[in-house]
């Protein structure tokens, strides 16, 4: 590529469009933090009918161009992301050195007084990882192998188990496949939490008992209450199954509850994880500084894209704290782990009845097997439309 010119020339999202096959789906509630308010929650179980034609389903890309014919891909990404980068982000990075990683992480950081974290740190990572993937593609090699790595032929994952049912029997059905395909754990959402009263507390500690019958003493269970408890409600639950060991309890509170993170961590023995909805370093610092948390889960997709989730391997590793990506996307945490220290980066997440929808769109799209996830090998991320799913793809506008 020497000699090209990587000025950007182009930032635009692109809609992917096509039908799913429709499939029957049981789905459990998930605990969330609106809970508390009994007109908006959600039924435990949602059902829907696998009969009937194909659905219609849609995701969103990014696309950066340059002038010297370079491009970066990245998604699917959210449509918080997508309006950030049409509405304020894009016509900025025009002519902007798409090489220039830190500089332009920097400027994209400045560039909007109110907008740091939320929406628009989402929109600054989904470019941040575009751009990861066009200078992959110019110098001919996956984004892990310009991080620093393989640090491993492959990367174990765990199973997160979101929408899964809770039903006897089937719960346990699906704990006993996990463990035996080779997960290195499992991962379990409460339906429940203190807007559903004192009463549905047994159900989230029969949850736990149900799990360690089928998956004995040792086999990793984490379990994630979606920032939708309390101190007392979380202490209560812990102390209750503190003897079944759960190797965490995520996000009990809102990310920002320090001073509640830090009563529930004196006292309770069960590992503490939190991440996904800090936004960056200076988000993520107190909670490492204080030692109020065993696990850091920030995303990529969410916390400033490749680029942060790299520096804060490195505060995570300074503190003694393992990072293991959050979940949401693949292409992105995939590439930063395969790149780190399994000390650092143990293992990913894989949401096993997440990921096939939403990268149904994507050829070649990670799959588990045998528990652990191939390392890519394509140039940067890898990100191939399916043009037999993918019938019509087109520029994409908020309006």
């Not at 069960?270 to 948390?293: C, K, M, N, Q, T």
Request: include cysteine.
């Amino acid at each position: 590529m020497t000699g090209s010119d990587s000025r950007i020339s182009s930032v635009e999202v692109l809609v992917a469009e096509g039908l799913e096959p429709a499939r029957a789906e049981r789905s459990q509630r998930q605990v969330r933090p609106l809970d508390l308010y009994a007109e908006h929650r959600a039924p435990l179980v949602r059902e829907r009918d696998g009969a009937g034609p194909a659905l219609a389903k849609r995701a969103l890309y990014l696309r950066i161009g340059t002038k010297g014919d370079l491009e970066g891909l990245y998604g699917p990404i959210d449509e918080e992301a997508a309006r950030v980068v049409v509405s304020d982000l894009g016509e900025f990075l025009v002519d902007q050195d798409a090489l220039a990683g830190e500089a332009l992480w920097d400027k994209l950081q400045r560039l909007d007084r109110h907008g740091r974290h939320g929406h628009m740190k989402m929109g600054i990572s989904a470019i941040d990882n575009a751009l990861w993937d066009l200078r992959g593609k110019a110098f001919g090699v996956p984004v892990w192998r310009l991080l620093g790595g393989p640090s491993r032929t492959s990367i174990p994952a765990y199973a997160s188990t979101l929408g899964i049912p809770h039903d006897p029997g089937e719960l346990e059905k699906s704990a006993k496949q996990f463990a035996d395909a080779g997960f290195s754990g499992q991962k379990w959402f409460f339906a429940h939490g203190p807007g559903d009263g004192w009463r549905a507390m047994a159900t989230n500690i029969e949850l736990v008992e149900r799990l360690r019958v089928v998956v004995g003493p040792v086999h990793p269970l984490m379990f994630d209450a979606f920032m939708a408890w309390d101190v007392s409600y979380a202490r209560r639950w812990a102390s209750a199954v503190e003897h079944l060991a759960p190797a965490w309890l995520e996000e009990p509170l809102a990310p920002g509850s320090y001073a509640g993170y830090s009563e529930l961590r004196r006292g309770t023995r069960v590992p503490l994880a939190a991440g996904e909805h800090l936004y960056d370093r200076s988000e993520v610092l107190p909670f490492l500084r204080e030692g109020l948390i065993s696990v850091l889960q920030t995303d990529p997709e969410w916390c400033g894209g490749v680029t942060e989730l790299v520096r804060l391997c490195g505060l995570a590793e300074v503190f003694g704290v393992p990072l293991i990506p959050h979940g949401h996307g693949l292409h992105a945490a995939l590439h930063v782990v395969a790149s780190r220290s399994p000390e650092v980066c143990p293992m990913m997440e894989y949401l096993v009845t997440v990921m096939p929808s939403r990268y149904y769109f994507d050829k070649g799209a990670p799959v588990p097997k045998d528990g652990k996830l191939a390392l890519p090998t394509a140039p940067g991320f890898g990100i191939q439309l399916d043009p037999e799913r993918a019938t019509k793809v087109s520029p994409w506008s908020p309006i």
